[in-house]
C-alpha cells in the first residue's frame, strides 16, 4: 500500500488537542507523515479524495457526517485507503459497525503513543488492528451465528435502536425509559445522539424513518401517532 515512501496519514478528529497529541506522536515517528487534519465527517471524506493517504485515523462522534458513514464512504473511493478507528467507545455495536463499514483497525483513546504508531504502520502494510479483546470478540460474532449486517441504522448502538423503537412506537422517553430500566435523563441524551447520528433535526424525523425501516411494531396495538 505504502510502496518504498513514507505510510501517510490524515488525522480526523473534532477536538485539535487530540489532533495536536496525534500529529506530535506520529511526526516524530520514522516513516510516517501526517499529510492533513479534518474536523468533521465531511471534510475527512473530501480529504481524503484529495490526498489519497495510506492510514486515515478516524475518530467516530463527528460532527456532520458520522465517522462511520465516513469511514464506508472513503473506503468505497479509495478502496486502497486503510482506516484505523480511535474513539473512546468500545461498546460492541459500535465496533461491528465500524468493520462492516470497512475499519481495518479498531484503537481506545487510552492508548498510548508507541501503539498508535505500531498500528499506524501495520494499517499501512494492510494488516487488521485489534486489540486481543476486541479480537475475540470479532471471532465469537462470526462463529458460528454471524451477526446480519442488514440490521436498520448500523450506526447506532443496540440500546439506540432499541430506544429508536420505542421512539417509533410512539413511546415518551419517561416510558421508555421504565421499559429499558434507565433513567429518562439517559434516554434523551441517546435520543439526541440518535437524531445527530441519523442528520434528523427532531423527533418526528425520527419516527418516520424508523417506521419506514421496520421500527415501532409493537405487538400489543398500533403505535400512537407522532
Not at 498508535?116 to 470479532?138: E, K
Not at 443496540?158 to 413511546?171: S, Y
Request: net charge negative; proline share 6%.
Amino acid at each position: 500500500m505504502t510502496g518504498d515512501g513514507p505510510t501517510t496519514v490524515l488525522l480526523v478528529d473534532d477536538h485539535p488537542l487530540v489532533r495536536q497529541g496525534l500529529q506530535a506522536v506520529l511526526s516524530a515517528a520514522d516513516g510516517i507523515t501526517v499529510a492533513g487534519e479534518a474536523s468533521d465527517g465531511r471534510a475527512a471524506v473530501e480529504l481524503a479524495a484529495e490526498l489519497g493517504p495510506d492510514v486515515v485515523i478516524m475518530d467516530l462522534q463527528l460532527p456532520g457526517l458520522h465517522g462511520i458513514d465516513a469511514t464506508r464512504e472513503i473506503v468505497a473511493a479509495r478502496p486502497d485507503t486503510a482506516v484505523l478507528v480511535l474513539t473512546m467507545f468500545e461498546d460492541d455495536d459500535m465496533v461491528f459497525s465500524a468493520v462492516s463499514a470497512g475499519a481495518v483497525g479498531y484503537l481506545l483513546k487510552g492508548a498510548d503513543g508507541a501503539d498508535i504508531v505500531t498500528a499506524v504502520r501495520a494499517a499501512g502494510a494492510g494488516q487488521a488492528v485489534f486489540g486481543a479483546a476486541l479480537a475475540q470478540r470479532l471471532r465469537t460474532w462470526f462463529t458460528p451465528d454471524p451477526r446480519p449486517l442488514t440490521a436498520p441504522f448500523p450506526q447506532l448502538t443496540a440500546r439506540e435502536r432499541e430506544i429508536l423503537d420505542g421512539v417509533a412506537a410512539g413511546l415518551t422517553n419517561a416510558q421508555i425509559a421504565q421499559q429499558m430500566f434507565l433513567s429518562a435523563k439517559t434516554v434523551a441524551n441517546n435520543v439526541s445522539n440518535i437524531l445527530a447520528k441519523l442528520q434528523l433535526a427532531e423527533r418526528g424525523q425520527a419516527i418516520v424513518a424508523a417506521r419506514d425501516a421496520g421500527l415501532g411494531r409493537r405487538p400489543d396495538g398500533p403505535a400512537e401517532r407522532p
